[in-house]
């Protein structure tokens, strides 16, 4: 459940009958500690690989690209899971044991060769997802049809049933022996509104109706007592009406140019943002030191901005090192409490204010030890001990447990098996 905070388990206003029984049944932890960066696809690779990104190299939603000194990084979405991830998952483990794998909107599966059946969470998801799969949904009519306009036509709400029905069907149909499944549209609306709103409830009443449908779809296929959930998120959620522009000060510096419309064309030093946190990158190594000073004056007292950390850091915090990993960036921003970081480089002011007309009032992306940013983490099935109750336990450890509960081993896996809430 994509940006399910574990604050919002204990929220007795959270409408989420299906996920509390489910709680009673089994395992519940405090809180799930999530990696650094607290984003989508670092956090969802992390929980099915056991390491975090300094290890399985997964830092953005997708693949930073350098074009060249004194040139803007971008971040390219439209990649492969074999460009994304650079140590096994679950799925490559199980396929090679002989397990039936599926991955139903989960990211970093592009044209990945251990699923037999994949929809993707990658820009043109039908376009990528097994041809099997997609040629069932149709005629089942649950996709429309096999273009990309049809589906994005979509409201968020919607692509979420889709998704789900197209889980169902795959465990109907296929009675996988691992599964994946994102839901998504809860962080899509915590972004715009906050988790804690009404339009917040209403997304985490779609999902847990949602995840009812998970399990009556295994009960219809005989094998609920013999399957284990892991209802897990990849970060929480944080407000922020503050949002911080450090491009906007690098324009100003001579470090970054912009177009009149905003877009960066030059850029000896700039910011990629990820919510609560962001990544400076310095392209020229040839001026990185005299780059890097001038960036530390700029921000020396800059609002909003909590502290700068550099690379000396990295290791405890779980990012790659820079001199390594070409993804990671030479500086991580952390934002003070009620700030977010954005890319803009357009205009004059440092700092701007969100509206509900326009931005977003929800974030994620802080420092993992934010608890704000812990995770929902409940376990139920076949080999969990009922009433297990633990504390803040670390996304890590969930892959190693998985493995453990399907007889495998995760090579390479940094987190301990969870056997506190096993039978």
């Keep these: 459940m ?40 670092p956090n969802h690779t992390t929980l099915v690989t056991g390491v975090h990104p300094d290890q399985h190299s997964v830092l953005f939603n997708g693949v930073l690209v350098r074009p060249g000194p004194g040139l803007p990084v971008k971040v390219d979405g439209q990649r492969d899971k074999g460009d994304l991830v650079a140590v096994p998952t679950l799925a490559d483990v199980l396929h090679e044991a002989g397990y039936r794998t599926a991955g139903i909107n989960w990211p970093c599966t592009r044209n990945s060769k251990t699923l037999d059946d994949d929809f993707p969470d990658v820009p043109q998801q039908i376009t990528h997802s097994t041809p099997r799969l997609r040629e069932e949904l149709i005629a089942l009519g649950i996709l429309k049809d096999a273009t990309e306009r049809s589906f994005s036509a979509q409201s968020a709400a919607s692509r979420d049933q889709i998704w789900t029905a197209a889980a169902v069907h795959v465990i109907e149909a296929r009675r996988p022996n691992f599964m994946m499944f994102h839901m998504l549209v809860t962080d899509s609306t915590h972004h715009k509104y906050g988790a804690l709103s009404p339009a917040g409830y209403n997304a985490v009443a779609l999902v847990d109706g949602q995840l009812r449908e998970v399990l009556r779809a295994l009960n219809e296929a005989g094998i609920r007592e013999r399957t284990t959930l892991f209802i897990v998120a990849d970060h929480g959620f944080e407000k922020a009406l503050k949002i911080v522009n450090p491009n906007v000060l690098f324009r100003k510096a001579g470090l970054l140019e912009a177009t009149s419309v905003g877009q960066i064309v030059r850029a000896r030093a700039q910011i990629v943002s990820e919510g609560g946190t962001a990544l400076v990158y310095l392209t020229n190594s040839e001026t990185r030191n005299e780059d890097a000073a001038k960036v530390r004056e700029v921000l020396r007292e800059a609002e909003g901005i909590a502290e700068v950390i550099g690379p000396e850091r990295f290791a405890e915090l779980g990012y790659p090192d820079p001199e390594k990993n070409p993804q ?34 929800g974030h994620h992306g802080y420092l993992a030890s934010n608890p704000k940013m812990n995770a929902v983490f409940v376990a139920a099935g076949r080999g ?27 090579p390479g896996a940094r987190g301990k098996v969870l056997k506190e809430i096993l039978e």
Excluded: C
Excluded at 400 to 410: D, F
């Design 384 to 410: 969990i001990k009922k009433g297990a109750r633990v504390g803040v336990i670390d996304n890590i450890r969930v892959a190693p447990t998985i493995a453990h509960l399907l007889g495998v081993e995760l």
């Design 328 to 361: 990671m960036a030479q500086m991580v921003l952390a934002a003070k409490e009620g700030y977010a970081f954005n890319n803009s480089a357009l205009g004059d002011e440092l700092v701007t204010e969100v509206t509900l007309e326009q931005g977003n009032q």
């Design 2 to 41: 994509d940006g399910f905070a574990a604050y919002l388990l204990t929220n007795e206003q959270a409408p989420i009958p299906t996920l509390r029984k489910l709680a009673k049944e089994g395992a519940v932890a405090e809180g799930l500690k999530v990696s650094n960066p607290s984003v989508t696809w």
